[in-house]
């Protein structure tokens, strides 16, 4: 059966977000192994002084590290390792103040690993989760997909952009303005769902 990594940062009560997510995992439960990360309950480590030197002493220095060291990276690295045994990833995410929440960023700050999910190879920078395929749901309040907001819209480009460093192709699911059109919700995340079905079928 293949494997599917769920990341969910949907935090809050009655979650808009964390409805389109359940019911990607209702409708394909049954389908696919799933390991589920609850990013609001467990946040990757942010790279401050200590694990950031010791990342980039190991992972482009070559230096090995102690065992004690290594305790240090074992969060980042076990998250690492999950998305390195997956076949697809889901990303289920509210726009926060233009881009993505902080602990969403530092889940990509702890997977984006050089020599391990991505390289410097004769052709240039390469990922190495080619056999990977990723699906982003997110939400914002205002309509981001009309300027004045549009340009100023950092999270999707942000999203896909990461994912496709690491060799993911990264399929969104875009429910923009959940405040802005509050009387369009229930049917936003309808739309949602018929088009998480869509994807699914293809994966599964
Ligand atoms: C801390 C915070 C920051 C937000 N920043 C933005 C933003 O920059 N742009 C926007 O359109 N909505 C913003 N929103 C609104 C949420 O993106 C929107 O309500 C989203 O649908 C919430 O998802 P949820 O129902 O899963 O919590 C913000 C909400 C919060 C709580």
Do not use: H
Not at 32 to 50: M, N, R
Not at 60 to 73: A, M, N, R, S
Request: charged fraction near 25%.
């Amino acid at each position: 059966m293949k494997k599917t990594l769920v990341l969910s940062y949907t935090p809050r009560d009655n979650s808009n977000t964390k409805k389109m997510l359940d019911f990607f995992i209702e409708n394909n439960q049954d389908k696919t192994e799933i390991t589920f990360v609850d990013l609001a309950e467990e946040a990757p480590d942010l790279l401050l002084k200590e694990n950031l030197n010791l990342y980039v002493n190991r992972n482009f220095g070559g230096i090995e590290l102690t065992d004690e060291q290594q305790k240090v990276l074992a969060k980042n690295d076990k998250m690492m390792q999950q998305l390195l045994d997956t076949d697809f990833v889901v990303l289920a995410t509210p726009m926060y103040n233009f881009s993505v929440p902080a602990t969403v960023k530092a889940w990509f700050d702890a997977v984006i690993q050089a020599g391990k999910t991505f390289g410097y190879t004769e052709t240039g920078v390469q990922g190495f989760c080619k056999n990977t395929k990723a699906l982003i749901l997110i939400t914002s309040g205002s309509d981001f997909g009309l300027e004045p907001y549009k340009s100023v819209n950092f999270a999707t480009p942000f999203l896909i952009t990461a994912f496709d460093f690491l060799g993911i192709p990264a399929e969104t699911i875009t429910k923009f303005g959940m405040i802005q059109y509050a009387d369009k919700l229930e049917q936003m995340i309808e739309d949602a769902k018929e088009e998480i079905k869509v994807v699914s079928d293809i994966w599964y």
